[in-house]
């Protein structure tokens, strides 16, 4: 993400850079993950860690919706379905117009991130 810090969300503004994406054809990136910080608990056992990652997938939003108290859910309709991110914290927009989202744990590791932009991510 962003070589600064990212800002915790509001509603009003998120959604408002989110309507910027609506009806056009958009590339995403959505990643979750407990990650290995996860993978063994307290008291020494071992914990499933699971994740998911895609990257570059060229979609068109046709609505968006940020909803919760936070951390925030994001909704992404698409013609045939949905795109949906859960425990997102933080948000900017950065220099390259890209809508970058994060979800943090208590202790600042990242849980969930979902990027929209009009260029294809870096591999």
């Known amino acids: ?6 800002e915790p969300i509001t509603v009003d503004a998120v959604q408002a850079a989110l309507q910027v994406y609506v009806g056009k054809p958009v590339y995403l990136h959505l990643e979750t993950t407990n990650g290995a910080y996860a993978a063994e608990s307290w008291d020494g056992t071992k ?3 699971a994740s998911a990652f895609i990257r570059n997938a060229r979609v068109e939003i046709t609505r968006a919706a940020l909803a919760g108290n936070g951390p925030f859910r994001a909704g992404l309709q698409m013609e045939l379905g ?3 991110a859960e425990g997102l914290t933080d948000w900017e927009v950065d220099g390259k117009g890209r809508l970058l989202m994060a979800g943090h744990d208590k202790e600042g590791r990242l849980a969930v991130a979902l990027e ?4 294809p991510f870096a591999q």
């Not at 993400?1 to 990212?6: F, Q, T, V």
């Open 1 to 6: 993400m962003g070589g600064r810090a990212l």
């Open 116 to 119: 929209l932009s009009p260029e």
């Open 47 to 49: 914990n499933l860690s």
């Open 82 to 84: 949905w795109i949906y």
